[in-house]
């Protein structure tokens, strides 16, 4: 089946299975390797993108179900060449190492910082949690939403 998918602004037509999951379709039908596939169950947040805005798991999401919404993934963030805030605090605050996690924090934390602009340190573990990262140890991934929050407080 085709379908029309709304990524990063700008309108894409795919060809896809009714099965297919919207972390292939971005990775493999339209390119965007930003996002990963760490565990496929909804498990580990790597593959975390906004879908209107709202950060979901795009392994546990059928690409068809997608139509019409605004999918943004990591590789949508920057503008003319400048980071998102968020991702200029994980450079800032060295709270990337691998990277394989990144992305999906990254965009996890937009939407975090989205919906509610100062949380307390708990609000950040749990909306976080679903995301797993075996390389930083989240004490700099604490930092960088801080730093990411204090940048976009100023800018707002
Ligand atoms: S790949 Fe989607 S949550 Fe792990
Ligand atoms: S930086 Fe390596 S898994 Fe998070």
Redesign the pocket.
Known sequence: MNITLQVNGVEHQVGIDPGDLL?DTLRENLNLTGS?????????????ILLDDTPV????VLSATAVGKEITTIEGLATNGDLHPVQQAYVDFSAVQCGYCTPGIIMMTVGLLDENPHPSDHEIREGLAGNLCRCTGYSKIMLAVRGAEMTMSEDS
């Open positions: 972390i990963k596939k760490g565990c496929a169950t909804g498990d580990c947040g790597a593959c975390t798991t795009s392994c546990l």
